[in-house]
């Protein structure tokens, strides 16, 4: 069985940081590229950061560039997602996702989300 368990969430001051956590567990993690998404309430998920199999290139969305930064550990298969110098808009329900294309269809992973809530 595959889960995925994202941690680290929680309330930040505007300008604080919060490191978010995602661990694997039932698949061999390094054979997924892992994603961060996030959903403000009211909107729809929106893609956040990504990291290829082995940790050597990725990719942010704009409004996070030069703020957010996304690792792995594929030892301890667990992907982070470092967040600096928060801002309001910040504020969601952050998502890890593992992905991997197959020939029947992609396999894709989620976990059940962690609220970051950024507010003075």
């Known amino acids: 069985q595959v889960q995925l368990v994202e941690s680290g969430g929680g309330l930040v001051q505007p300008g604080g940081s919060l490191r978010l956590s995602c661990a694997a567990s039932?698949?061999?993690?390094?054979?997924?590229?892992a994603h961060w998404y996030r959903q403000p309430a009211g909107t729809e998920r929106e893609l956040v950061a990504t990291?290829?199999?082995?940790?050597?290139?990725?990719n942010y969305a704009d409004s996070v560039k030069g703020r957010f930064t996304i690792s792995r550990d594929n030892s301890k298969n667990t992907v982070y997602l470092q967040m600096n110098n928060l801002k309001p808009e910040d504020t969601a329900v952050y998502y890890c996702?593992?992905?991997?294309?197959?020939?029947?269809?992609?396999?894709?992973?989620w976990g059940q989300g962690t609220q970051v809530t950024v507010s003075s």
């Open positions: 990291i290829s199999k082995v940790g050597d290139s990725m």
């Open positions: 996702q593992a992905f991997r294309p197959a020939w029947g269809g992609p396999e894709v992973y």
């Open positions: 039932g698949l061999t993690f390094s054979n997924y590229v």
